[in-house]
């Protein structure tokens, strides 16, 4: 490489402009609800899988009112704790695990998805991360939903371990037991105000 | 011409209200710039002019990570989820739809200018009439029995998509006494990192609501802003046909993938 290419690849890749021309964020609105949900959606396994879970909790707003028109999407690992690479993550064949959901939330705010419990990769914790859609939210909100069974691969996360005990428990779901023959996980998103959900930026 | 009084739920600002607090937040954000911050490239998720916006932002600062593998891979897409005829809005039923039709048109590229290749982009939006088919769409515009107003497609080799579709019609809303949307078509995309998730608006050149509306407004940087607008494009309009506007989508890094392409250079 020559000494100039080698500027030139430099100056490309430190730049603040790269960012420059990034397209901003939009609120989804209120009015989603006949183009963005599709069938099975909220169902990444059948409700009769054997190991089906369910994940699902209330969004409420600053006044802890229910947020009834976001839209949630989650996604995540199997369980054993690989990420499907697989196209077609919207079909739902009764079969594929695609890790990918999307559930508008209820008039009273609630949201449920059927799925599987995802499996740790090496010594990281699972959990399932969640984006947060709704009016009112100019730019999506993603958190992570953690299982309190994986306390010990909790210490040693990046996220969790950074944070106070308070603000921390707000991302791990509080195991319910068997509800209708299925594990049940509850993981409440509040977007404002008292026990406020943490929420995640990724951006470098 | 007869003005019905505002209906429930209307907040009661008026727009010179809501526009004084929208130069207010402009100027404040130019102040920041010019004492050596960055521009405003994304909308304040705490947008007071955007009344929605207060009671749903978070008050504490977003806690930032790097990202793990779960939100560095996307779900993968492809034509067993999405039929190529979905990307015409205006074939949906028996009949033509009525109002303008248009072609829109551009590519998808991550934050390096690279295509984002075979990536699902979903659209949604008002009829001509700016009406939607959502059941809480209260606005008396007349629905339009051939027109929806979804569509889907896969992004190309080059992370190009192409829509045909009908030009929306602005429409009120609540948020401020006579608050009125600029026309706008709304976008979902997906990158090949679920950090490049995007769902935002597409806005038409030269509309004389922008200044008025706070949603648009929300992004503080008049350039990032500037980058919702479509153009429009002879080269797509369709002879005996259809307009055509383009406009390129633009999504943050991926982080991971820029450095593994780096070193494929070398």
Known sequence: ?204 | MTQTSPRAGTGAASQDDITAEIEAIEADAAARVAAGGSPERQPRRDYAPYRSSVLRHPTHELVRVDPEEVERVSPAFGHTDVNSLESDLTIQHSGEPIGERITVGGRVLDGEGRPVRHQLIELWQANAGGRYVHKRDQHPAPLDPNFTGVGRAITGENGEYSFTTIKPGPYPWKNHVNAWRPAHIHFSLFGTAFTQRLITQMYFPGDPLFALDPIYQSIASADARARLVGQYDHSLSVPEFSLGYTWDIVLTGPKSTWMESEEAHD
Not at chain 1, 77 to 105: H, P, Q
């Open chain 1, 1 to 204: 490489m020559t000494d100039l290419a080698a500027v030139a690849v430099a100056v490309q890749t430190t730049t603040p402009q790269r960012h420059a021309l990034q397209t901003p964020s939009q609120t989804i609105g209120p009015f989603y609800g006949y183009a963005l949900p599709f069938e099975g959606g909220p169902d990444l396994v059948p409700g009769y899988h054997s190991r089906a879970i369910r994940f699902h909790g209330t969004v409420t707003d600053g006044a802890g009112e229910p947020i009834l028109d976001a839209l949630l999407e989650i996604w995540q690992a199997d369980e054993s704790g690989v990420l499907s690479r697989e196209l077609g993550s919207i079909d739902r064949d009764g079969f594929t695990f695609t890790g990918f959901g999307r559930c508008a939330t209820t008039i009273a705010g609630n949201y449920t998805f059927t799925t599987l419990k995802p499996g740790a990769a090496g010594t990281a914790a699972p959990y399932i991360l969640v984006t947060v859609f709704a009016r009112g939210v100019t730019h999506h909100l993603f958190t992570r939903a953690y299982f309190a069974e994986d306390s010990a691969l909790h210490a040693t996360d990046a996220v969790l371990s950074s944070l106070p005990v308070d603000r921390r428990n707000t991302l791990i779901c509080v195991s319910e037991g068997i509800v209708g023959g299925a594990e049940s996980y509850r993981f409440d998103i509040r977007v404002q105000g008292e026990n406020e959900t943490v929420f995640l930026n990724f951006d470098d």
